[in-house]
């Protein structure tokens, strides 16, 4: 992989995973107001920007494994920690919207 392509493949990884816990919140403030099919619709739509940011890491972690060693940029290592607080915060807006759920169902 060469430097520009490095550099669009993080590049996704910051847009996905900020794309991603964006619609993790916005699945919060449905479930807030009582829109849990808006909600579950964020949710999902979360899960889709994980899913193109998972690609890219396994792509890059492929090309690792087969010898081709990419070098560890400050921006690289932004784009893995934009995935990583996206899907812990994908898994948190799950169980608040749950939660929402189950106080609205009282």
Request: aromatic share 2%; proline share 0%; hydrophobic share 45%.
């Given at each position: 992989m060469d430097e520009e392509e490095?550099?669009?493949?993080?590049?996704?990884?910051?847009?996905?995973?900020?794309?991603?816990?964006?619609?993790?919140?916005?699945?919060?403030?449905?479930a807030k107001t009582g829109d849990f099919e808006q909600a579950a619709a964020?949710?999902?739509?979360?899960?889709?920007?994980?899913?193109?940011?998972?690609?890219?890491?396994?792509g890059m972690l492929t090309q690792e494994a087969s010898g081709e060693h990419t070098p560890v940029t400050l921006l690289m290592v932004h784009g893995q920690d934009h995935i990583m607080n996206a899907i812990t915060f994908r898994d948190m807006a799950g169980e608040i919207v749950d939660l929402y759920k189950q106080l609205a169902e009282k």
């Open positions: 490095n550099l669009q493949t993080v590049m996704g990884l910051i847009m996905n995973g900020g794309n991603a816990k964006g619609a993790a919140v916005e699945a919060i403030k449905a964020k949710l999902k739509q979360s899960d889709e920007f994980l899913s193109e940011a998972h690609n890219a890491q396994t």
